[in-house]
């Protein structure tokens, strides 16, 4: 098990920036793979994009591709999530994930082992 707290989230203007962090601690076996998923309000939750510790290749969502980008830093155990041009249909609670490897779809949400309590994004003009 691993604790994620995410931050970063806040109010924003439609075609603005955000970028989003989650600080991972505990077991890092356990948090080998990292994703990025999103809820916004009366809608089912959906992964946004997803990264491992080795091998530095990025998975994104075709509905962010070009506009989102997922990092990780190993030393500061973080990963990050840049999203540009954002939409206002993109608000909503904005959450990472943990999971040991990426065996299995990365929008399956049961592969995913430990979750933070989640960062608010508003996109409002």
């Known amino acids: 098990q691993v604790q994620l707290v995410e931050s970063g989230g806040g109010s924003v203007q439609p075609g603005g920036s955000l970028r989003l962090s989650c600080v991972i601690s505990?077991?890092?076996?356990?948090?080998?793979?990292m994703g990025w998923f999103r809820q916004a309000p009366g809608k089912e939750r959906e992964w946004v994009a997803g990264?491992?510790?080795?091998?530095?290749?990025?998975y994104n969502a075709d509905f962010v591709r070009g506009r989102f980008a997922i990092s990780r830093d190993n030393g500061q155990n973080s990963v990050y999530l840049q999203m540009n041009s954002l939409k206002v249909d993109e608000t909503g609670m904005y959450y990472c994930a943990a999971r040991r490897d990426r065996n299995g779809a990365w929008d399956d949400a049961r592969r995913y082992d430990s979750w933070g309590q989640g960062t608010q994004v508003t996109v409002s003009s």
């Open positions: 990264i491992c510790r080795a091998g530095g290749s990025t």
């Open positions: 505990g077991n890092s076996g356990s948090s080998n793979c």
